[in-house]
C-alpha cells in the first residue's frame, strides 16, 4: 500500500501534537507535586531552619504592649501593631498583616485567671477581636 502526500502530512502533524499532548500531561503532573512541595514541605523545613522557632518564648503581656524573650531576643512589641485578633479554641491569633499574625497558644497561661485578663487587656487594646471557639 502506497502512503500519499496527504496522508503523510497528517502521520507527521499527529507526531507533533503526540509530543505536545506528552508535554502538557507533564506539567499537568508536575504542578499538583510542586504545590504539594510548596504547601507541606517548605514551610517545615523554612521553621526547623529558623534558630528563632526553635527555640522557647516568654511572652509578657501588659497595658503597655507585648514584651518577647528568647536566648537571642529581647524585643517589645505595641499593641497598634496588631490590627485584628480572632480567638479559636486553643489559641489567639494576633493579625498584624492580611494573612501574618502572632499565635499564642491558651495552654501558655497557667490557668484560667491569666486568660481572663488577657482578654481583658486583648479588647482593650486590639480594635476588632473575633470569637470563633
Known amino acids: 500500500m502506497r502512503i500519499g502526500p496527504a496522508s503523510r502530512r497528517s502521520i ?3 507526531r507533533k501534537y503526540f509530543w505536545l499532548g506528552i ?3 507533564a506539567i499537568g503532573l508536575a504542578y499538583p507535586v510542586l504545590s504539594a512541595i510548596m504547601l507541606f514541605v517548605l514551610p517545615r523545613l523554612l521553621m526547623f531552619e529558623s534558630v528563632m522557632l526553635r527555640s522557647e518564648f516568654q511572652m509578657t ?4 504592649g507585648i514584651r518577647m ?4 531576643l529581647d524585643s517589645r512589641i505595641d499593641w ?4 485584628s485578633a480572632t480567638v479559636v479554641r486553643d ?5 498584624w498583616g492580611r494573612h501574618e499574625f502572632t499565635a499564642i497558644p491558651k495552654r501558655a497561661f ?3 485567671a491569666h486568660i481572663q485578663a488577657f482578654d481583658a487587656v486583648l ?10 471557639t
Do not use: M
Request: charged share 30%.
Open 23 to 25: 508535554a502538557f500531561s
Open 12 to 14: 507527521s502533524a499527529a
Open 69 to 72: 524573650r528568647t536566648e537571642s
Open 91 to 95: 489559641f489567639y491569633l494576633l493579625y
Open 110 to 112: 497557667e490557668n484560667a
Open 123 to 132: 479588647r482593650a487594646h486590639v480594635p476588632k477581636v473575633e470569637r470563633k
Open 61 to 64: 503581656f501588659s497595658h503597655d
Open 80 to 83: 497598634s501593631f496588631y490590627r
